[in-house]
Nanobody, 121 residues
Framework: QVQLVESGGGLVQAGGSLRLSCAASGRAFSIYNMAWFRQAPGKEREFVATISRNGGITTYADSVKGRFTISRDNAKSTLYLQMNSLKPEDTAVYYC??????????????WGQGTQVTVSS
């Protein structure tokens, strides 16, 4: 099984950018479809983006489309989320997940511990 560790979160002003990373260890990273989810206080965990094993197919939630970019480097066993034009409503704990193929959190068996992103207005 793969283990996941997120990093790169922090405090940023609205309109700013952050890049999150998710480092994988254990089983071969390249065999997994990967995804980012987020959870704001008092809300359910929601889908942000997913990427196929070779990075050729990406899917985004409407709320982040055009602002966020998911990518991966299989040689480095690392998943990324580039977040631009951040808004206060993007404030949440961001999680990477492995093993699923869609937008439902129930599809993913393995999760990281999360990294906090806070966007100030």
């Amino acid at each position: 099984q793969v283990q996941l560790v997120e990093s790169g979160g922090g405090l940023v002003q609205a309109g700013g950018s952050l890049r999150l990373s998710c480092a994988a260890s254990g089983r071969a990273f390249s065999i997994y479809n990967m995804a980012w989810f987020r959870q704001a206080p008092g809300k359910e965990r929601e889908f942000v983006a997913t990427i196929s094993r070779n990075g050729g197919i990406t899917t985004y939630a409407d709320s982040v489309k055009g602002r966020f970019t998911i990518s991966r480097d299989n040689a480095k066993s690392t998943l990324y989320l580039q977040m631009n034009s951040l808004k206060p409503e993007d404030t949440a704990v961001y999680y990477c997940a492995a093993g699923g193929s869609g937008w439902s959190r129930n599809d993913y068996a393995t999760w990281g511990q999360g990294t906090q992103v806070t966007v100030s207005s």
